[in-house]
């Protein structure tokens, strides 16, 4: 994996693994976008924690006890185009991939930088037969200390997390307690304050979103421990009633952009 592909603009510098078309690291304006676990373990064919991976085709445990968050992550994608500020990825199905996932498709991400990281994704179905899917992009997010963040823009959504009732969420989301909360609806530009800055997390056609950080319950995480407050994920995709049907030769695009910027006082 230390065969990544170095994007680089007048803004910054990330560094994108072909095995997930995963960015491992992003840094705009000098500072750390994303967060990659110092402890992460870096092997071809497992998830590596941080960065952007990408859930595809499903999000989160599949009922089977199929591998979480789909495969995408854990597979190697082509390259397809390499600038210096830009290159795009490609997965499609395999034998590997279709004993997990029956059905005949392309996947592609688009990964550019500016003074945005941004993401354009696609995803085709090759097959005779609809197919239906759910997919994430899992932004791990650099932050201060995640207990101090906060999130805006998912007032007044519907918020589903493990163990409790799905009920709207009115007001900030705090990170001040261990959260997993998805918001199935909730398009619209995200913000995440951390202290004085804001990282912005906009885009289209990603219906979802999702808002993670185990809290002390990391501790016994291997890839984690003692570093939680060091990210928060808040994630884009297309998840639950957002899943999406996509007919035979059908395409679903979608795209996501990340800024981080300093907050305007007042
Ligand atoms: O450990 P994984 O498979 O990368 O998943 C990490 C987390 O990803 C989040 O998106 C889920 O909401 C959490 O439930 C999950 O624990």
Known sequence: MDDCIELISAHGRA???RQ???VMEAEIGGQPLLWLSPLASIEAGKPVRGGVPVCFPWFGKHPDGLPAHGFARNQDWVVQAQQADRV???LQDSPEGRALWPHAFRLELAISLDE???FDLSVENLDTQPFSFSYALHSY???TDSRQCTVEGLSGRLRREVGHVTTPHHGTVLLDQPIDAVFETAAGTLQLLDGQREIVVGGEGMRSAVVWNPGMHAEGIADIGPHWTE???L???NIGVAAVMLAPAGRHVASMWLESRLRQPG
Do not use: D, I, T
Request: charged share 20%; glycine share 10%.
């Open 235 to 237: 994630e884009r995709g």
């Open 116 to 118: 945005r990281l941004q």
């Open 15 to 17: 560094r994108v693994s």
């Open 141 to 143: 997010f650099a932050v």
């Open 231 to 233: 990210y928060v994920c």
């Open 20 to 22: 997930g078309a995963q």
């Open 88 to 90: 795009v990825l490609s």
